[in-house]
């Protein structure tokens, strides 16, 4: 017969004082869903996790900067095509009123139409979204164009008058052109002269670690220039009707129909505009589904590492208790014997 002896009593006292820490091991499975609650309870898998981590945190940061492009660029999508929209308007307005032009009133409604095409097209490239003004390059604070048609239009009558070419003066369409071309910076090649802004930069966004995107577009570019051209020369055509008549019995018929060439040219490279936006929208949209399907992974193999199965550790819990019962139970007894029972 064997007698319980302080070895024996010591190692059962042991035994159940692992019991208790893998019991609450399993408890804070249960309660946290982590296999544990430091990185050093992982054993070599913590730095696996820490990289997988760091990882995934840098992949979110380029996700929110194209995300934030994205909405960007769809609403400059939406103010070019307003541009486009406008300009094919003027455009068909071109053609049907041209044989009415020896009528003041139809003339007048011309006029109205193109610095209504003007108001519409400086409204699109003041485009704002979170603050800041999409079409001003990096100068985010400025807005583009702080003007309206008629100062525009005022402007570029100024620079006629300034050419030798005041009001009620004969006037040819390559005069009208010229001052034109002057005051938006076409030829000669110079600043938009509507343009408010200092940046003519377009705006870049990184999209991932080694890669930025341009998608900016800046409201002096050639294209809404080409467009304030063929609005512009509208307006001043229909304006010096009088004085181009003076100078030849097709000069007003040359510089409407130029009008409308250089309509057609702003609607044309606008539209490219947009196509080439679409592109780069693409890409960007490409590029977040990429870093999503990457954070994924890196989520289900950070989930694999340090989260439990808390199914798992219910049962494990549950096998614990029991056994640790059980130890309750002989360490008991234990405590209790003693060389008199067996005398």
């Not at 309870?41 to 840098?58: E, Q």
């Not at 590492?305 to 219910?314: H, K, M, N, P």
């Amino acid at each position: 017969m064997r007698v319980a002896n302080l070895a024996q009593s010591l190692l059962t006292r042991t035994q159940t004082l692992q019991t208790q820490a893998r019991l609450q091991i399993a408890e804070q499975q249960i309660s946290t869903g982590y296999k544990s609650n430091v990185f050093s309870g992982l054993g070599g898998d913590s730095k696996k996790l820490l990289d997988f981590d760091r990882a995934r945190s840098g992949l979110e940061t380029f996700m929110a900067t194209i995300q934030a492009a994205e909405r960007r660029a769809t609403i400059m999508d939406a103010s070019m095509t307003s541009v486009t929209d406008i300009a094919q308007q003027v455009r068909a307005d071109n053609f049907s009123t041209r044989a009415f032009m020896g009528d003041a009133s139809v003339r007048q409604n011309v006029m109205t139409g193109a610095e209504e095409a003007i108001n519409t097209t400086i409204s699109a490239l003041n485009a704002q979204f979170e603050g800041r003004y999409l079409f001003s390059g990096y100068e985010f604070d400025t807005k583009p164009i702080d003007m309206t048609a008629d100062d525009m239009i005022a402007a570029v009558e100024a620079q006629l008058t300034a050419d030798g070419f005041p009001p009620g003066t004969p006037v040819t369409a390559a005069d009208i052109e010229a001052a034109i071309d002057t005051y938006l910076g076409i030829n000669p090649a110079g600043a938009a002269g509507y343009y408010a802004s200092g940046s003519s930069d377009t705006v870049t966004a990184r999209i991932d670690e080694n890669q930025e995107m341009d998608y900016g577009l800046t409201a002096d570019n050639a294209a809404f220039r080409e467009t304030f051209k063929g609005f512009l020369m509208t307006s001043m055509s229909v304006d010096r009707y009088d004085e181009l008549n003076q100078t030849s019995a097709t000069e007003f018929d040359d510089s409407f129909t130029d009008a409308r060439v250089f309509v057609e040219q702003g609607f044309d490279q606008t539209n490219q505009l947009v196509g080439q936006l679409g592109i780069r929208r693409q890409k960007l949209e490409d590029t977040r589904i990429g870093h999503e399907k990457t954070i994924d992974i890196l989520v289900q193999g950070m989930s694999d590492i340090q989260d439990a199965d808390v199914y798992e550790a219910i049962t494990e819990f549950q096998r614990l208790q029991v056994q640790l019962q059980a130890s309750y139970q002989v360490t008991a007894q234990l405590s209790n014997l003693s060389l008199v029972n067996f005398i």
